[in-house]
T-cell receptor, first 113, second 114 residues
Framework: EPEVTQTPSHQVTQMGQEVILRCVPI?????FYWYRQILGQKVEFLVS????????KSEIFDDQFSVERPDGSNFTLKIRSTKLEDSAMYFC???????????FGPGTRLTVL | DAKTTQPTSMDCAEGRAANLPCNHS???????VYWYRQIHSQGPQYIIH???NNETNEMASLIITEDRKSSTLILPHATLRDTAVYYC???????????????FGKGTKLSVIP
């Protein structure tokens, strides 16, 4: 069964450093998403991406964040200058269309020191 | 998206049916009911969704009341691996005032007991 994959599974970085989290969505999916979950808190939407542009973003997704689909398979989330409060699990998701179920990857645990 | 109300936690004996309720009394006519679950800190896993009619798949059944103000997710024969947090989410499909995002609440922590 096709799955969303994410790398790395755990990323440790120093405050102020840039990180790139990578995702490979399910191959025939056209819509891509990033969510995050701070430890012990709810899963929060960050951004959705379709047709090579952002279709929706939340208040969390400020200028420090960016997304890109650099090739036909990868979807990345970049945090330019990490802060302590960026420590969280980051989940990538994808869907065939906008109004059908989204399928999530296993997540990347980001720890900012 | 309409708000949902779920119990904070529930227990279920292994092998028995787990019935997880969700109240969505302010749901509007075109909002779908989605269920996801999250096992420990893994990514949310899609279970099932529906609009009006009851739905069944290989994982679960979804029963939606006639007035659509509440629903129940049924896991017919719960196993220890079904221990997870279960999220009920209502969502407007795009094309109206819909949004791409899934809005997760706190969900119901289901513990399956041997």
């Amino acid at each position: 069964e096709p799955e969303v994959t994410q790398t790395p599974s755990h990323q440790v970085t120093q405050m102020g450093q840039e990180v790139i989290l990578r995702c490979v969505p399910i191959s025939n999916h056209l819509y891509f998403y990033w969510y995050r979950q701070i430890l012990g808190q709810k899963v929060e939407f960050l951004v959705s991406f379709y047709n090579n542009e952002i279709s929706e973003k939340s208040e969390i997704f400020d200028d420090q964040f960016s997304v890109e689909r650099p090739d036909g398979s990868n979807f990345t989330l970049k945090i330019r200058s990490t802060k302590l409060e960026d420590s969280a699990m980051y989940f990538c998701a994808s869907s065939e269309a906008a109004w059908v179920p989204q399928y999530f990857g296993p997540g990347t645990r980001l720890t900012v020191l | 998206d309409a708000k949902t109300t779920q119990p904070t936690s529930m227990d279920c004996a292994e092998g028995r049916a787990a019935n997880l309720p969700c109240n969505h009394s302010t749901i509007s006519g075109n909002e779908y009911v989605y269920w996801y679950r999250q096992i420990h800190s893994q990514g949310p896993q899609y279970i099932i969704h529906g609009l009006k009619n009851n739905e069944t798949n290989e994982m679960a059944s979804l029963i939606i009341t006639e007035d659509r103000k509440s629903s129940t997710l049924i896991l017919p024969h719960a196993t220890l691996r079904d221990t997870a947090v279960y999220y009920c989410i209502v969502r407007v499909p795009l094309g109206g005032a819909g949004s791409y995002q899934l809005t997760f609440g706190k969900g119901t922590k289901l513990s399956v007991i041997p």
